[in-house]
């Protein structure tokens, strides 16, 4: 069965909770930009040691590779590592 996008887009990515969500996870971007800790296109993300979006303190973040961030940060009860 093929994943219905308009009807997650309508019950999860547009929900208040969530649209706050990224627009907290868009600020740590912007304001690593502004130190100059990543740039456009370069593959990196901004990762929240704590997992709390809200909490962009310089020591909450780190600069990471896309793919080991979105690796490691599959949520609760995610992917296990190492077996």
Known sequence: MPRNYKKEYDS???SDKQKKRRAQRNKAR???????RVGKGDGKDIDHKDKNTANNS???????????????????????RGK
């Open 12 to 14: 999860y990515h547009s």
């Open 30 to 36: 912007r304001q690593a930009m502004r130190d100059g």
């Open 58 to 80: 310089k020591k909450n973040t780190r600069v990471r590779s896309r793919s080991a961030n979105r690796a490691d940060n599959r949520g609760k009860g995610g992917r296990k």
